[in-house]
């Protein structure tokens, strides 16, 4: 099974890239992890280039569509999700009815220095990535007050690790029946 792992913060040291990162490390057997690091090259959506063959673009769809599963991890800005996430979103759920984010299994997390662990950015990225055409699974996992539950490299603690662990699992539980009807 093939997991892509996507963290919506550009900045080196984030949080959020670091559990995509250990997404690797805490996947189940047999479960190839890949994180995505091109959210950066990405052109703001506009649907006058939507058919150009954007190079950028086209790595974001084709690692998508050649995931079994998709784990999303976002930081949280002003309440919601950062626009670079959003925007990649955007670009992979287009064109409609060919969309790399149509009927792909998806989870979110996410991390941040606040109490509530970017609650609210996973709760409308699952909205968005559902109107995307989606298929949102698993519960939320929030990493409240993040610089105290992850080392200075960023390396999530023991315990956050292993509700990462839990919830990639799960997230490839309910990948694999239509990872098998493929």
């Known amino acids: 099974m093939r997991l892509?792992?996507?963290?919506?913060?550009?900045r080196a040291m984030s949080y959020n890239s670091a559990l995509a990162r250990a997404a690797a490390d805490l996947a189940p057997a047999g479960v190839e992890v890949e994180v995505f690091d091109g959210l950066a090259a990405l052109p703001m959506f506009d649907a006058d280039i939507e058919g150009d063959d954007v190079a950028a673009?086209?790595?974001?769809?084709?690692?998508?569509?050649e995931a079994d599963a998709v784990l999303f991890v976002t930081p949280e800005y002003n309440g919601s999700i950062p626009g670079v996430l959003k925007n990649a979103v955007d670009w992979a759920s287009r064109?409609?009815?060919e969309a790399a984010l149509a009927g792909k299994t998806v989870a979110v997390a996410g991390a941040s220095t606040g109490?509530?662990?970017?609650?609210?950015?996973?709760?409308?990225l699952r909205r968005v990535l559902g109107v995307a055409g989606a298929r949102v699974v698993c519960g939320d996992?929030?990493?409240?007050?993040?610089?105290?539950?992850?080392?200075p490299s960023g390396a999530p603690s023991?315990?956050?690790?292993?509700r990462l662990r839990n919830h990639i699992a799960e997230l490839c539980r309910e990948a694999a029946p239509l990872r098998a009807a493929a």
């Open 95 to 97: 064109p409609r009815g």
């Open 57 to 65: 673009v086209r790595h974001l769809r084709e690692s998508i569509a």
């Open 158 to 162: 023991p315990i956050v690790a292993e």
């Open 141 to 151: 996992l929030p990493v409240g007050r993040a610089q105290s539950v992850c080392d």
């Open 4 to 10: 892509l792992a996507v963290s919506g913060s550009l």
């Open 115 to 124: 109490q509530y662990g970017a609650l609210w950015a996973q709760q409308d």
